[in-house]
C-alpha cells in the first residue's frame, strides 16, 4: 500500500485548501484513516481519522468546527477540507492508514503513511 498525499499550498488566514490521500497498491476500504500534521519544531499531533465507510470520525480539539475529513472508497481517496485556516495550521500534513476498528489519533496504530504535503498559512 502506498498513500500519496497533494493539495497543500501557501494560502492566506481565513482561506481553504482541501488535502487528498490516495491510496495505490490496496483498497482503502478495509482500513481506518488519519490525517496527522508537524509543524517545524513540533511533535506530530493528529488531525483528523475516519471509520472505514465513512460514518464516524474523530477530530482534534484545534481543527474541530474547521476541517472536515471524508473518503471516497470508489476513488480509493481519502480528503481533509480545511476551512478557516491560521498561521498555527501551518505544518507538514500526513495521511496514514491502519487496520483498525474505529477512528483513532494514536499515531502508533497506523502502519502505512505516506510523505506529506506543506500546508503554509501567511498572509
Known amino acids: 500500500l502506498t498513500l500519496v498525499e497533494s493539495g497543500g499550498s501557501l494560502v492566506q488566514p481565513g482561506g481553504s485548501l482541501r488535502l487528498s490521500c490516495t491510496a495505490s497498491?490496496?483498497?482503502?476500504?478495509?482500513?481506518?484513516i488519519a490525517w496527522f500534521r508537524q509543524a517545524p519544531g513540533k511533535d506530530r499531533s493528529g488531525v483528523a481519522s475516519i471509520s472505514r465507510n465513512g460514518d464516524d470520525t474523530l477530530y482534534g480539539e484545534s481543527v474541530k468546527g474547521r476541517f472536515t475529513v471524508s473518503r471516497d472508497n470508489v476513488q480509493n481517496t481519502v480528503y481533509l477540507q480545511m476551512n478557516s485556516l491560521k498561521p498555527e495550521d501551518t505544518a507538514d500534513y500526513y495521511c496514514a492508514a491502519g487496520r483498525w476498528l474505529s477512528p483513532t489519533l494514536s499515531p502508533g496504530l497506523y502502519g502505512f503513511w505516506g510523505q506529506g504535503t506543506q500546508v503554509t498559512v501567511s498572509p
Open positions: 497498491g490496496s483498497t482503502l476500504d478495509d482500513l481506518v
